[in-house]
Nanobody
Framework: QSHLVESGGGLVQPGTSLTLSCEAS????????VAWFRQVPGKEREGLVC???????YYIDSVKGRFTASRDNAKHTLHLQMNNLKPEDTGKYYC?????????????????WGRGTQVTASS
């Protein structure tokens, strides 16, 4: 049975940084495209960044230059370094894995999901 578990969320001041982590188990992590999504109440879940199984990365414009995603296939982990956080970055962050490649900032398939971790950027 596959599991994705996010950690690292919290309440931070705007302009500061936060790093999220996602630990995967029960799936052949290195073969999957992996991604970070964000959901705000009342809105659809939005893909922020996808890393394909070959290592290629795709970011949406609103986080490009501020967020950096990385994957460690040996440790089955995915990270999201978020710098210069803005109030509009507030939301619940999810990691996901599916397919082999990215279709923009989302995996071409969405098979496995974590339960999310809350990030709040507020003064």
């Amino acid at each position: 049975q596959s599991h994705l578990v996010e950690s690292g969320g919290g309440l931070v001041q705007p302009g500061t940084s936060l790093t999220l982590s996602c630990e995967a188990s029960g799936l052949r992590f290195q073969y999957y495209a992996v991604a970070w999504f964000r959901q705000v109440p009342g809105k659809e879940r939005e893909g922020l960044v996808c890393i394909g199984s070959s290592g290629d990365k795709y970011y949406i414009d609103s986080v490009k230059g501020r967020f950096t995603a990385s994957r460690d296939n040996a440790k089955h982990t995915l990270h999201l370094q978020m710098n210069n956080l803005k109030p509009e970055d507030t939301g619940k962050y999810y990691c996901a894995a599916g397919g082999f490649y990215c279709s923009g900032a989302v995996p071409n398939e969405e098979e496995h999901w974590g339960r999310g971790t809350q990030v709040t950027a507020s003064s």
